[in-house]
């Protein structure tokens, strides 16, 4: 039981420090754009960064990020690493999009500007740490909701407002006319039509591949649970299963605080058992085991 619950702990230690990684680096990233006042190899410096959907979506990513740390530090705690199902979702959606930001920033801009231009200073920090960092969290370290089918058309949402905007302030306002310039180059280094119809593919394949990453890094560990569960408990009475979880949970945690009952490690036990209890039995035996042991 132990090595399944300092196995949740080191995801949550991993998930912790990566995600406060993240916030901080977007935060320095995003500073020195807005201390910059002015760069030759860039236009939108200072306020006007927020105009890149590099910024914006290194934003949304650092919030998702910032929505996951009370739930690491918790399961640090309680030994129990669950994140809600919407805070899972929206950390796919803000993935996709710096996923995004990476590729483009690999494949289109530094080709263009030069590897050493777009990945040194803030873009740095925006094009490459964030990025990547961002990729082994929603993929490694995080297991508490299987990314739905449907759900992986949601991280189109922000990225064809963007595009939306972008078109409108490049190509229907330019900049002449207080509009932006095409720093993307999306408009004039290539024909219009090639990234109109090519954005919103690349987004939903970079959230299909990420879907798939991170479905199958959570039904790997999993499996890897239950199947010490049935290595542990197997030939054993469920009952006397629950009450050794709730003994060495208690050994383990020496936590003089509240009472969190494991439910998704419990339906574990339930699931992978010939004898026959309903889960509130369960808890109810575990949570009276605890109260022995305090």
Request: aromatic share 12%.
């Amino acid at each position: 039981m132990d090595r399944v619950m300092k196995i949740t702990q080191r995801q949550c230690l991993l998930a912790l420090l990566s995600s406060v990684i993240v916030v901080i680096c977007v935060f320095i990233g995003i500073t020195m754009n807005l201390t910059t006042l002015y760069d030759e190899n860039f236009d939108h410096m200072g306020i006007r960064t927020f105009c890149m959907f590099t910024v914006n979506s290194n934003i949304l990513a650092a919030l998702s990020m910032l929505l996951c740390i009370p739930y690491t530090i918790d399961g640090l705690r309680t030994g129990d690493y669950y994140l809600p199902d919407w805070v899972v979702v929206l950390m796919h959606i803000s993935v996709t999009a710096v996923s995004l930001t990476f590729l483009i920033s690999l494949c289109i801009l530094a080709p263009v500007k030069g590897f050493v231009l777009i990945f040194t200073g803030s873009r740095f920090f925006l094009h490459g740490v964030c990025p990547v960092l961002s990729i082994l969290t929603f993929c490694c370290y995080i297991r508490s909701h299987k990314i739905r089918l449907w759900e992986s058309f949601l991280p189109l949402i922000p990225v064809f407002l963007y595009a939306l905007v972008y078109l409108i302030m490049v190509v229907f306002i330019g900049e002449e006319n207080g509009g932006w310039n095409d720093f993307y180059g999306f408009a004039t280094r290539l024909p219009l039509w090639i990234p109109v119809v090519s954005i919103l593919p690349l987004t939903y394949g970079i959230a299909a591949l990420l879907r798939w990453g991170h479905n199958t890094c959570c039904q790997k560990s999993r499996e890897r649970d239950v199947e010490f569960y049935r290595q542990a408990y197997g030939d054993t009475d469920l009952v006397y299963s629950v009450a050794e979880m709730a003994r060495s949970r208690k050994k383990e945690l020496r936590s003089d605080g509240g009472i969190v009952i494991p439910t998704r490690l419990i339906g574990y036990l339930i699931q992978n058992s010939s004898d026959h209890m309903e889960p509130q039995e369960a808890y109810r035996r575990y949570f009276e085991v605890f109260l022995e042991e305090a």
